[in-house]
């Protein structure tokens, strides 16, 4: 009966101990730092992604991924959550991409800023701040590597497309029609030969051509000197131009002041002479007897001995 009794005390108190360390290590491991929650809520895929996954900042770890759910409003969202220490530098700008782990394929959270990224960080998600997530390194492999096998397809496709029978006949007809070209072409040089043989003397004629040419030139500018230095000179105050205007300008004050008066007074004698000749060719018409009996009296006037006045 005792020996059941120690035994059951034995195994109480291997109980107790027990609690006891189990109790001591998860206080010893909480996590005494009140850490700041944040979101990220994308379609973008998240494969190697776990819980307690790391965050890291830079390259700093500064959190973990306490939570990966679906979004239920918004089929095909993943939503996740973190939790990262107060002290993180988050700002409008930063973004968040995966990263991974060597070879060992083990997903992480990476931040990192964008300086042309600057919106304000409004949006939220069940009031916890969302941070973008875009593509990383990975992401962008795959989707250029399915660019490059598409790519790599179509050139296929076409290579295809150029060896096809047909076209390997006109490639050949192609290879054939430039063979026959460059067998000609071998030809043309004996055919420049003369033509080549030609060109010395075509360039000396050519060389005295500008010779000739620079000789005229030097000429003409001699000759233009020579007329530029005759219009200077007719143009000076006492040049041939000069002396025409004086003679011109004597010859008009000559015939102003000398020949024009003159011309006026034979011109008034002549216009008085003919004005006599007319007064007498009138005397002449109305009285031809006073050629005879010469020039009668006036008839007397109103008021003069022997006056008599007109009968009506």
Same mark, same amino acid.
């Given at each position: ?5 120690? +035994?059951?005390?034995?195994?109480? $108190? ?10 001591? +290590? ?10 700041? @929650? ?8 998240? +494969?190697?992604?776990?819980? &307690? ?45 995966l990263g ?6 083990? +997903? ?19 009031g916890i ?53 460059? %067998? ?12 080549? #043989? ?32 005759l219009a200077?000179?007719? &143009? ?5 131009? %000069? ?46 007897? #006073? ?5 009668? %009296?006036?008839? @007397? ?5 022997? $006056? ?5």
């Amino acid at each position: 009966m005792e020996s059941r009794s120690h +035994a059951l005390m034995a195994g109480f $108190f291997t109980i107790a101990l027990i609690t006891l360390a189990t109790a001591f +290590a998860l206080w010893l491991g909480k996590d005494r730092i009140q850490r700041t @929650p944040y979101m990220i809520a994308t379609k973008l895929s998240v +494969a190697g992604l776990n819980l &307690q996954a790391a965050v890291r900042y830079k390259g700093i770890k500064v959190g973990n991924v306490t939570d990966i759910d679906f979004d239920d409003k918004n089929p095909g969202q993943i939503l996740l959550k973190l939790e990262m220490l107060p002290e993180t530098p988050v700002t409008p700008s930063t973004y968040a991409t995966l990263g991974y782990q060597g070879v060992t394929g083990i +997903a992480y959270v990476q931040l990192d800023e964008d300086a042309n990224l600057a919106p304000p960080l409004v949006q939220k998600f069940a009031g916890i701040p969302l941070i973008p997530l875009r593509p990383g390194m990975m992401q962008n492999l795959e989707q250029r590597g399915m660019a490059i096998l598409n790519q790599t397809e179509e050139l296929s496709k076409r290579m295809n497309r150029l060896l096809d029978p047909d076209n390997q006949k006109s490639l050949t007809s192609a290879v054939n029609t430039i063979g026959t070209a460059a %067998a000609a072409w071998q030809g043309v040089p004996a055919k420049l030969e003369p033509v080549l #043989s030609t060109l010395p003397a075509l360039v000396e004629r050519t060389k005295d051509s500008v010779n000739a040419f620079k000789a005229f030139a030097n000429d003409a500018s001699r000759m233009s000197n020579n007329i530029n230095n005759l219009a200077n000179k007719l &143009q000076t105050s006492d040049g041939a131009i %000069a002396k025409l205007n004086q003679t011109v300008e004597q010859i008009g004050d000559h015939v102003t002041q000398e020949t024009l008066p003159a011309i006026n007074t034979l011109s008034r004698e002549a216009r008085s002479s003919m004005r006599t000749l007319n007064l007498a060719a009138e005397t002449l018409n109305e009285r031809p007897q #006073s050629i005879l009996f010469g020039k009668s %009296a006036p008839s @007397p006037g109103p008021g003069e001995a022997g $006056f008599v006045a007109p009968q009506k």
